[in-house]
């Protein structure tokens, strides 16, 4: 072929032959090219562009919402909703002649934020009697802090996570006069209000609940290391700090602020399952007490049945209180036919029980392998729970008696399968034990297949921990669990948190909201 430099010596049908020729050469290396890039797909197992699907954990497998048609009117609707506190006029330079054709308008949001120090001139009066009268302070007013200031440091704190330090700082900055001590007062002192309403939100929730998701994470009060549980559902989230994560401890936050135990026919049944032995369970319901007030009357009673100086490997003295707090959750009425999702932590395991998918699949996930054949076991039958997993979603939207068996069918030939790798076959058969836990959304379709809900539930605590770290006293644990439960609450029933405090302390013009333990019933009954 010519070079570059010979071109010039070429005649017209010379070169046309040379361009003809050249563009044979480039039709053959796009066809070489085309080919090279196809087999490279199908050697990587792709078909054109990879199709990248979500998760498959609710509610990430949801379909996007189709988008409304029409043109885009930006936010002109949401300003069309908004109050406006101030009209101000901007005026334009104009030239000499021009015509004046009306306004338009433009709305801006901003915050105004300064202290406000108000003098409250109190009357005083004195009567014929010779007694003194002042005038009561306004609503809301408590202590020289206002209510707008109380709410800005609750808000902050709970929900903001912001820590009392800092907290100190931005209200020094704004221009308030005050201390960490007095910021500390404000976050504990005179909370009995919302610590009644924390612990009602919780009664309401273990009456109406047909499910509860719970969890619990590390806790420090007091300089010691304890545990906080968390209790909810998709209407309400709660919150208690205790120093251990036992059985006893779970059932005596079930109590929801009952101090009483009670042998009933469900605390009697609750002992034959846990195994106490026949003469104790006898004495128990034959005794003509079977009500009592608190925890000194319950251990005075075992210890005239002789049940506390009773040793064993069951420990008949814990299951009998165990029982007894059962008897007393079912006596006031909650958890009637609900049931109990959790992550397969024993202290949990009471009730009508199911276990989280997820924290099932997870023992095969971190299984260790040492060959390419148990991985390439562990890798099968990771894929096969997550089919099945996929088919128990499609089962809940639509159940079937005839599915419903098909699938029960199914559970045992996956976790029934011998695959040689040891430790996967023992773990299979673990899972297997569980299939009453793990199958309990076949009669019950309407509970969820994980946890998920109470781990983004639990997280404030575990950001708060971070954060904060422990308390100190027990109004200050107490009066954490409770705003923080009260928060998460709001966030499930739609009702925003700066309202809810606004109107719980009186702030003039904030928007009315009911009671909380109110709105959760009324979720359920809708």
Known sequence: MPTPENLDGLTSAELKALLLELFGRVRDLERQVAARDAEIARLKGLQGRPDIRPSGME?????????????????????????IHEDRVIKATVPAGSRFKGYQSFVVQDLVLRAHVLRLRRERWLTPEGQSITAPLPVGMVGHFGPELRRFVLAQYHQGQVTVARLVTQLRAIGIDISQRQVMRLLIAGQD??????????????????????????????????????????????????????????????????????????????????????????????????????????????????????????????????????????????????????????????????????????????????????????????????????????????????????????????????????????????????????????????????????????????TKRKISGGTHSSAGRDCRDAFLSLAKTCAKLGVSFWDYLGHRLGVAGTTSVPALPDLVRLRVIA
């Open 59 to 83: 509610p990430g497998d949801k379909a996007p919402a189709d988008p409304v048609p029409g043109p885009r009117r930006g936010g002109g609707g949401k300003t069309a909703r908004r109050t």
């Open 193 to 462: 209000g919302f610590l009644s309403e924390s612990r009602d939100v919780l009664r309401a929730g273990l009456e109406t609940a047909r499910w509860i998701s719970v969890d619990d994470t590390g806790a420090r009060h007091a300089g010691a290391n304890g545990g906080c549980t968390q209790i909810g559902n998709q209407h309400f989230a709660w919150f208690g700090t205790s120093t251990n994560k036992s059985r006893l401890n779970f059932l005596d936050l079930l109590r929801a602020g009952h101090a009483d135990y009670v042998i009933n026919d469900v605390a009697l049944a609750y002992l034959r399952e846990r195994g106490l032995a026949a003469p104790l369970i006898a004495s128990l319901a034959d005794d003509a007490v079977r009500h009592f007030a608190d925890t000194a009357a319950w251990t005075a009673h075992l210890d005239r049945l002789g049940i506390h100086r009773l040793e064993g490997s069951l420990g008949p003295a814990r299951i009998a209180t165990e029982g007894a707090l059962w008897g007393s959750i079912a006596a006031h009425g909650f958890l009637r036919e609900a049931v109990i999702l959790s992550d397969d932590a024993g202290q949990f395991d009471v009730g009508r029980h199911a276990l989280c998918w997820v924290h099932a699949e997870r023992l095969v996930y971190r299984l260790d392998t040492f060959t390419d054949d148990q991985h390439a076991a562990q890798q099968h039958l990771r894929a096969l729970i997550w089919w099945f997993y996929a088919d128990l979603k499609a089962y809940r939207a639509e159940p079937s008696a005839q599915r419903r068996s098909e699938l029960r069918a199914r559970f045992d030939r996956i976790f029934r399968r011998r695959t040689g790798f040891v430790m996967l076959d023992r773990l299979l058969r673990r899972l297997h034990e569980r299939k009453a836990d793990l199958l309990r959304v076949l009669d019950r379709p309407e509970i969820p297949l994980h946890t998920n809900g109470s781990e983004n539930d639990i997280r404030c605590q575990v």
